[in-house]
């Protein structure tokens, strides 16, 4: 039976190009690919590009509140091998369940690829958290991305004019639109130390191990 996979990384973590590379692999072999991406992704607007600069157009470009369940998408399904979904963060909770659906009821393997946590260290959204709760698999991308430290990066850190922040609405795409954001791949030990050093936590224990030295 088909199944419903969640492939996460932080930011960098190669998962454009991991998709890039499955439609070629299926492709290859004559198999027909759908890929879905959020209409709030406007990087690449109706594509998706890696960072090594290989681009494809997406077969759905899925509009904020929109069903996936509808006669015109379902007869892409239909001849279709495999659904790739590129930013998964961005979908609703409702869309992760009508995925799921998909898959298994027309038996059709449903890939997505993600963050599983926003810029404040907190999981990305009500979506992401469906998909913890229902994927048949869930598994972090081997070519993870790295953090200027060296270590594997787990936190998505926003930077706003050159600052770390922990504030903010949770979707600020950089993509060239909104100026001076950038996101920047973080270990936890960096993600604490460049991000978190002023939260209530690091000041109280920074305190607790002051008053016992
Ligand atoms: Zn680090």
């Given at each position: 039976m088909a199944e419903m996979v969640f492939k996460y990384s932080a930011m960098n973590g190669g998962k454009t190009l991991n998709i890039l590379q499955t439609a070629y692999n299926y492709e290859e072999n004559n198999f027909k690919v759908i890929i879905i991406k959020s209409i709030k992704d406007t990087k690449g607007r109706n594509n998706i590009i890696s960072r090594n600069g290989m681009k494809r157009a997406v077969d759905i470009l899925l509009k904020d509140e929109e069903s996936l369940l509808k006669e015109k998408y379902y007869k892409k399904y239909y001849t279709a091998k495999v659904i790739l979904v590129d930013e998964v963060e961005l979908l609703n909770e409702k869309q992760i369940r009508e995925l799921w659906t998909i898959s298994h009821l027309i038996n059709i393997p449903v890939i997505c690829y993600g963050l599983k946590s926003n810029f404040k260290g907190e999981i990305f959204d009500k979506g992401i958290s469906q998909i913890f709760a229902i994927a048949d698999i869930i598994e972090e991308?081997?070519?993870?991305?790295?953090?200027?430290?060296?270590?594997?990066?787990?936190?998505?850190?926003?930077?706003?004019n050159g600052k770390y922040t922990d504030n903010g609405p949770t979707i600020m795409i950089d993509d060239g639109m909104v100026k001076d954001i950038e996101y920047v791949p973080l270990c936890s030990d960096c993600y604490l130390k460049y991000v978190k050093i002023n939260s209530i936590e690091v000041k109280k224990l920074t305190n607790l191990v002051d008053k016992i030295k």
């Open positions: 991308i081997g070519s993870s991305s790295l953090c200027r430290c060296g270590k594997k990066a787990i936190f998505n850190a926003r930077k706003v």
